[in-house]
């Protein structure tokens, strides 16, 4: 069975600073797909990164970045020089058929 | 506009009676899938949908049903709501890709409250 683990309830950054949001995955499929979306205090889900299972580098978005980490089954988050607007809900998912996803980390950004 | 289309965005209704929460999504995706938010828990998923005629339970989807007779539409139905049902839920769609790599696409979530 699949299972996600955020084990970061909150986390505080100060602004322009960078951040690790951490996410380990349990799967036995050698096939799947990791993914991390943003939930603003508005509510919406927000793509933010994907990576392969099968991916050599680690992805990059702009100021997110994923480590990837296959050994460790690890799939962190990185944002580098946090914004006040980076505040907010942080999931990570897991895809081999269905979506799954971790119980998420609250990040605040401190001006 | 490529999106997904939940309706009742906000819905308090009363314990035992029956309601439906409807889901959209005009991108022609094969999968769909509904969740629940809950604080500390995340979203746990209800049902998901590979295809037409096609779900599967997720991990709470105990009191729900869904149905899926057409592509675009993935309706999430209480028979007989209660109030541990109260709570904050999506559906997604996306295609199927192999090896995974596809996100999903959310809807804007309905509020739930069973009294």
């Known amino acids: 069975a699949q299972k996600i683990t955020q084990t970061q309830p909150g986390m505080f950054v100060q602004e322009k600073e960078a951040v690790t949001l951490d996410c380990t995955y349990d799967?036995?499929?050698?096939?799947?797909?990791l993914f991390w979306y943003k939930q603003p205090s508005s509510g919406e889900m927000i793509f933010l990164i994907y990576?392969?299972?099968?991916?050599?580098q680690n992805a990059t978005e702009g100021r997110y970045s994923l480590n990837f980490q296959k050994a460790r089954k690890s799939a962190n988050l990185v944002i580098s020089a946090s914004q006040l607007g980076d505040s907010a809900m942080y999931f990570c998912?897991?895809?081999?058929?269905?979506?799954?996803f971790g119980a998420g980390t609250r990040l605040t950004v401190k001006p | 506009e490529a999106q997904v289309t939940q309706n009742p965005r906000y819905l308090i209704t009363v314990t035992g009676k029956k309601l439906t929460v409807t889901c959209s999504q005009n991108?022609?995706?094969?999968?769909m899938s509904w969740y629940r938010q809950d604080p500390g828990l995340g979203l746990r998923q209800i049902y998901y949908?590979?295809?037409?005629?096609?779900?599967d339970k997720g991990d709470v989807p105990e009191g729900y049903k869904v149905s899926r007779k057409e592509k675009r539409n993935f309706p999430l139905i209480l028979e007989s709501p209660s109030p541990n049902q109260t709570s904050l839920y999506f559906c997604?769609?996306?295609?199927?890709?192999?090896?995974?790599?596809?996100?999903?696409?959310f809807g804007q979530g309905t509020r739930l409250t069973v009294v």
């Open positions: 990576q392969g299972s099968y991916d050599q």
């Open positions: 998912a897991m895809r081999v058929d269905d979506m799954r």
């Open positions: 997604a769609s996306s295609l199927i890709a192999h090896r995974g790599g596809t996100e999903a696409f």
């Open positions: 991108m022609n995706h094969e999968y």
């Open positions: 799967t036995s499929d050698p096939s799947y797909g």
């Open positions: 949908s590979m295809n037409v005629e096609a779900t």
